[in-house]
């Protein structure tokens, strides 16, 4: 997914301690795709937090009824320096990217895109959706990978059983679930929770991880605090223990994890850099050679950074113009 926007404390705890330092974040709404676009609600990245582990960007969406808001049309568009994470609950999307990859994204299965030094994709919802309800999650390749090439992945998590629910592990290992997929990334977690009425999962949680549950369909208790429907609660490190409490109606949670990325990041529309002048230079190429703006002579037999399309597809999308001021790292 694009972003489309025009601008675009550690707690010493005993074992088995919940860490009661819940920080909840608050979604916006940010429309795609104009009048009848679809309207996501992001939660990452935020001015109170920009990263939770290498995650850096939340997007949730739907249920949408497709012939309300049209459904999900997003064009051809760069990323460089971080890798996709596409999750449904319900419907149907086709993806295409310039590293020759052709997939469906469909409810309960992995698809993982790593940009690395540059991919370009679309995302177009099937003309046989009638709900689109998922979530588009990005997180930042660290520096000694983000220069890799680009890579597709796709898996289908086995759900695992556990007192009043289940879990299905889309990324890094939780309850001896263990996804094979290389992130190139060290250390992250991201799980799917469905908990059942009244039920509170006790999660196992890694000290040196920091934690983001979001309250995917239903008010919910993260150690204690509770958490609003498509709002975000982050936990920092230094617990063991997650509780992850349902209402009367039972609930879906997304589970993110990792350890701090200890990089400072810039982060543009659908870019990742470490500093200003590499976005700079990020926009400059992809402009070119997209054929919006002319191509700089010591371009001239570089191979391409972001890749080739197939024909009689959709326009791609522009680059927004960059703000006045320097881009300044964040973390």
């Not at 971080?82 to 310039?98: K, N, P, Y």
């Not at 588009?136 to 695992?160: C, G, I, K």
Request: aromatic share 6%.
């Amino acid at each position: 997914m694009t972003n489309l926007e025009e601008r675009p404390a550690v707690e010493v705890l005993g074992r088995g301690s919940p860490c009661t330092a819940v920080e909840v974040l608050e979604p916006r709404p940010v429309p795609l795709g104009g009048v009848r676009g679809t309207t996501v609600h992001r939660t990452l990245p935020q001015r109170r937090r920009s990263l939770v582990g290498a995650w850096c960007f939340l997007d949730h969406y739907g249920p949408d009824d497709v012939a309300v808001t049209g459904g999900m049309t997003v064009p051809r568009h760069p990323h460089t320096g971080l890798a996709t994470v596409s999750w449904l609950f319900s419907g149907r999307i086709a993806h295409l990217d310039s590293g020759g990859n052709a997939a469906a994204v469909v409810p309960g299965e992995l698809n993982l895109m790593i940009a690395g030094r540059g991919i370009t994709h679309q995302e177009i919802s099937s003309a046989d959706t009638r709900t689109l309800h998922g979530v588009q999650l990005w997180y930042a390749l660290p520096d000694a990978t983000r220069f890799s090439e680009n890579a597709f992945a796709h898996h289908v998590p086995e759900p695992v059983a556990l007192p009043g629910g289940t879990v299905r592990v889309f990324i890094g290992s939780l309850l001896g679930s263990t996804s094979p997929v290389d992130t190139r990334t060290p250390e992250l977690l991201g799980a799917e929770l469905v908990l059942e009425p009244g039920a509170t999962a006790t999660l196992p949680a890694r000290t040196d991880f920091e934690y983001a549950v979001l309250a995917e369909n239903a008010e919910v208790t993260v150690n204690g605090t509770a958490v609003s429907h498509r709002s975000l609660a982050y936990v920092p490190t230094g617990a063991d223990t997650l509780l992850i409490g349902a209402g009367a109606g039972g609930a879906r949670v997304l589970l993110l994890g990792g350890v701090p990325l200890d990089e400072r990041i810039v982060m543009w529309w659908n870019l990742v850099g470490r500093d200003h002048d590499e976005i700079v230079e990020f926009r400059r190429r992809y402009q070119a050679e997209l054929g919006f703006e002319p191509v700089d002579p010591q371009d001239v037999g570089k191979p391409a950074l972001f890749g080739t399309f197939p024909p009689d597809q959709p326009p791609p999308l522009p680059a927004p113009p960059l703000p006045t001021a320097r881009l300044v790292p964040r973390e």
